[in-house]
């Protein structure tokens, strides 16, 4: 956590981070859970600056109670995701140690999650994804902890922490579907109409919830979450080599450095480790036909096919079956262990390193960019000195923290050629860049109407990475 926290003050924001905070900013502080910081106009997302919809609600709920007491920072919203971290923790030592009564496996299992670069990285940032994975891996302790001494309970509460978990993020699908696997390979013989019944009524609570919300203003939910649901969500192809591979290429690759490099190689030795021990746990005849290998490779399989179907995009996603690699990882270490004393010097420099590695890579990351938070803060403050009470300031959302979340502030990375909305001032931050710069390539009409309207402005101010422009008769 404490590693978490440094990252978390140190690091650049993120455009999302801005968006998640506009809606629970909102919320919690004039009591209308609209995005404002996005400009409807253009996107397709309608009305989101009144209601939003395009994404599932819990987040959003639970930030919005946490800036009733807590500053409006972007350290302090990471904070929100950082506490996260011992609910996942715990969970997930209390299902592995159910799961393979092997509490030196758990235990390590759950050390190394703890200092895994993926982990972490997500911890410090202010999104949904561990308290997604958090409320899923809580269903599954939840379900092997009760299960044998009241099957009922088991099913209620298992079901009631995966419903939070998908009403969190549209990801926490796979762990409904880890529950589902975990159900029927202890208790398909059990079932009945009243443990099925009790399974379905945290689901149903949740929906009528959110239907309610939703009957508010069906239309904009509809154009809301058709316009997020096209953005990649769903695999393009059936040929299931083709899945594999594009999973490997888009989201492996890219998250351990083959296809980045830069600080992301430093992933690549924890990589190594968990094909190692996917490889012992296909391969080693005598730790395959342990019982705990096959639950734990059940789920492994179950987690990879959900995310090579289902959101193939992002590398953050790549937290929720990373517990099942680390899994494997734990109790092949100490299968290893137990029947290879002469290993013992080798594999505890391979765990230590691994660690170390892990974490010292997520501080680097977190340090390189640090600087670049100050010149933002800095085009920040010229941005609001030098405009009026009703301009319209164009920048993305990343900055809405040091903003104060002022309401002038809009995320249009079109400048307005889509909206029709001319801004009076422009903050072109290193998001925005990325942004240009990879729309030369393949958005190359849209960046020429960017560049020729951005012809039009005076470059007023620049810090570091960061330029603030006015327009020209100002």
């Known amino acids: 956590m404490l590693v978490a926290s440094v990252a978390a003050y140190k690091r650049v924001p993120w455009s999302d981070e801005g968006w998640f905070s506009s809606a629970a900013y909102n919320l919690a502080r004039h009591g209308f859970l609209g995005t404002t910081v996005i400009d409807p106009a253009g996107t397709n997302l309608t009305r989101i600056d009144q209601r939003t919809y395009w994404v599932m609600p819990l987040y959003l709920l639970g930030q919005a109670l946490w800036l009733k007491f807590f500053p409006a920072s972007f350290f302090s919203v990471r904070l929100f995701t950082v506490?996260?971290?011992?609910?996942?923790?715990?969970?997930?030592?209390?299902?592995?140690?159910?799961?393979?009564?092997?509490?030196?496996?758990?235990?390590?299992?759950?050390?190394?999650?703890?200092?895994?670069?993926?982990?972490?990285?997500?911890?410090?940032?202010?999104?949904?994804?561990?308290?997604?994975?958090?409320?899923?891996?809580?269903?599954?302790?939840?379900?092997?902890?009760?299960?044998?001494?009241?099957?009922?309970?088991?099913?209620?509460?298992?079901?009631?922490?995966?419903?939070?978990?998908?009403?969190?993020?549209?990801?926490?699908?796979?762990?409904?579907?880890?529950?589902?696997?975990?159900?029927?390979?202890?208790?398909?013989?059990?079932?009945?109409?009243?443990?099925?019944?009790?399974?379905?009524?945290?689901?149903?609570?949740?929906?009528a919830c959110w239907a309610v919300y939703i009957a508010q203003d069906y239309r904009a939910f509809a154009d809301q979450m058709r316009a997020n649901g096209m953005n990649g969500r769903w695999t393009t192809t059936l040929n299931p080599f083709a899945i594999v591979w594009n999973e490997i290429a888009q989201r492996y690759a890219v998250a351990f450095g083959l296809a980045t490099r830069g600080w992301a190689l430093l992933k690549l030795p924890a990589l190594a480790v968990y094909l190692a021990a996917v490889a012992g746990a296909l391969l080693q005849p005598g730790f395959r036909r342990l019982s705990a290998t096959r639950r734990l490779l059940l789920l492994?399989?179950?987690?990879?096919?959900?995310?090579?179907?289902?959101?193939?995009?992002?590398?953050?996603?790549?937290?929720?079956?990373?517990?099942?690699?680390?899994?494997?990882?734990g109790l092949y270490a100490m299968w290893l262990l137990e029947r290879y004393r002469t290993l013992r010097p080798i594999l505890a420099a391979v765990l230590i390193a691994l660690a170390g590695l892990e974490t010292g890579g997520?501080?680097?990351?977190?340090?390189?960019?640090?600087?670049?938070?100050?010149?933002?803060?800095?085009?920040?403050?010229?941005?609001?000195?030098?405009?009026?009470?009703?301009?319209?300031?164009?920048?993305?959302?990343?900055?809405?923290?040091?903003?104060?979340?002022?309401?002038?502030?809009?995320?249009?990375?079109?400048?307005?050629?889509?909206?029709?909305?001319?801004?009076?001032?422009?903050?072109?931050?290193?998001?925005?860049?990325?942004?240009?710069?990879?729309?030369?390539?393949?958005?190359?009409?849209?960046?020429?109407?960017?560049?020729?309207?951005l012809a039009t402005y005076r470059l007023a101010f620049r810090s570091g990475v960061c330029q603030v422009y006015l327009r020209a008769d100002r």
Not at 178 to 207: H, I, K, M, Q, T
Not at 313 to 320: A, D, G, Q, R
């Open 83 to 207: 506490l996260w971290m011992p609910v996942a923790l715990f969970s997930y030592y209390r299902f592995l140690w159910r799961v393979s009564a092997h509490a030196a496996a758990s235990a390590l299992a759950t050390c190394l999650f703890a200092l895994s670069f993926i982990f972490i990285d997500n911890a410090g940032f202010a999104r949904p994804d561990l308290m997604c994975c958090a409320l899923g891996l809580s269903g599954l302790a939840a379900y092997v902890e009760w299960r044998q001494t009241n099957l009922n309970l088991a099913m209620l509460v298992s079901n009631a922490f995966v419903a939070a978990s998908v009403f969190t993020h549209p990801n926490g699908v796979y762990h409904c579907l880890g529950l589902v696997a975990v159900v029927l390979y202890y208790d398909r013989r059990r079932l009945n109409l009243a443990a099925l019944g009790l399974a379905a009524l945290p689901w149903l609570v949740f929906s």
């Open 300 to 329: 492994t399989a179950v987690y990879f096919v959900a995310l090579s179907v289902f959101n193939q995009k992002l590398t953050y996603y790549l937290i929720h079956i990373l517990p099942w690699y680390l899994a494997l990882t």
């Open 362 to 453: 997520i501080l680097l990351k977190s340090l390189s960019r640090s600087p670049i938070v100050a010149e933002e803060r800095a085009a920040i403050g010229f941005a609001r000195a030098h405009a009026g009470p009703g301009d319209r300031i164009v920048g993305s959302a990343a900055l809405i923290y040091d903003f104060g979340f002022d309401s002038r502030l809009r995320d249009d990375a079109r400048l307005g050629t889509v909206s029709g909305r001319t801004p009076d001032v422009i903050v072109i931050d290193p998001l925005y860049q990325d942004v240009y710069d990879s729309w030369k390539t393949v958005r190359a009409p849209q960046m020429q109407g960017i560049q020729e309207r």
